[in-house]
């Protein structure tokens, strides 16, 4: 029992909450489609897609805990990771991770939609190139957060495409990789300073050589910028009352930063997000007016 328990923490299933992207991606597409009634089919066809990006997630995290248990020894927290402590053996993950590989696989060609496929190629490319040797982009400094960063695009197109065929807004897209790469930034930024020692960080990490506090919060700075920049165009090119949001984005994008300086943030780790009530309540609603400013019937703002 506690080999199988420990089996199931490599796939991070706390995680599971970023893959809700897949559906906001089909709510986009529904609502741009302007369909009234969702069928079952649709349904059934968006949670498959749903629950297929939640096990390739996990198929990946599995993989990425087997090649990175050397460095993960030397990371203050994740060295307490099931695979460096020696639980459970790199050999069973990776079976587990094949399976999951193969049940995806199967589900697409029950899908049988070719848009869907080719996203879900692009998820597993990208997390190859990340992880696996000699390529192991994330050893690259910035290539790292700019290629993770290209995920939540990728699960947002998943869940439009489950919907619809029209061309998913390159503003959208854009928007949100920089938005990502915003935050993957701000990760290395918070394990630089929670590891506090550059030559172990480096050796838990070896774009860590190459960066600094400041070189962080320059690419966490240009990243926002993009950011802001390509959701104007999108805000201004198909829905202007969303400008009435824009001050509450910034308050959004400054609160973050400066939970990047916290010891203890969930920017580090994504599945304590639960903890900070007060930035969940404000992040629901900021959704929530975002949805409203959206949906109504008259244009308040023009430019």
């Known amino acids: 029992m506690e080999k199988a328990l420990a089996l199931i923490k490599t796939l ?3 995680r599971w909450y970023i ?8 709510t986009l ?6 369909i009234n009634t969702v069928n079952v089919e649709l349904a059934l066809r968006v949670f498959t897609v749903t629950i297929g990006v939640c096990l390739l997630s996990s198929a990946h995290y599995a993989i990425n805990e087997v090649l990175d248990a050397k460095t993960d020894a030397n ?3 994740k060295k307490n990771r099931v695979i460096p402590r020696g639980i ?12 999951l590989y193969v049940i995806v696989a199967l589900g697409l060609i029950m899908i049988g939609n070719g848009y869907l496929v080719v996203i879900f190629a692009a998820l597993a490319v990208a997390a190859f190139l990340y992880n696996v040797p000699p390529f192991r982009l994330k050893d690259i400094p910035y290539v ?10 990728l699960r947002l197109a998943i869940g439009w495409y489950a919907v619809t065929s029209r ?11 920089a938005f990502t790469a915003f935050l993957m930034s701000a990760k290395r930024f918070t394990e630089l300073r929670f590891i506090a020692n550059k030559d172990a960080a480096t050796l838990y990490r070896k774009s860590f050589a190459s960066y600094t506090e400041e070189k962080l919060m320059l690419a966490m700075f240009a990243s926002s910028c993009a950011f802001m920049f390509t959701f104007g165009v999108l805000t201004i090119r198909y829905e202007k009352n969303l400008l009435l949001a824009f001050p509450l984005y910034v308050l959004f994008m400054v609160w973050l930063l400066s939970i990047t300086h916290q010891k203890k943030s969930f920017i580090g780790n994504p599945e304590h997000i639960f903890s900070n009530k007060l930035f969940l ?11 409203m400013l959206s949906t109504l019937p008259i244009t308040l703002i023009n430019v």
């Open 167 to 177: 061309p998913l807004p390159a503003s959208l897209f854009i928007a949100l990789w």
């Open 281 to 291: 309540l404000f992040l629901f609603s900021l959704l929530i007016f975002s949805i």
């Open 144 to 153: 790292d957060f700019i290629l993770e960063a290209i995920n939540n695009p």
């Open 75 to 77: 990371h203050p927290e």
């Open 12 to 14: 991070r299933l706390k």
């Open 29 to 34: 597409a529904v609502l741009v489609e302007n």
């Open 88 to 99: 459970v053996s790199k050999t069973a993950v990776v079976i587990m991770a094949l399976g």
């Open 19 to 26: 893959n809700l992207l897949v559906i906001a991606g089909s």
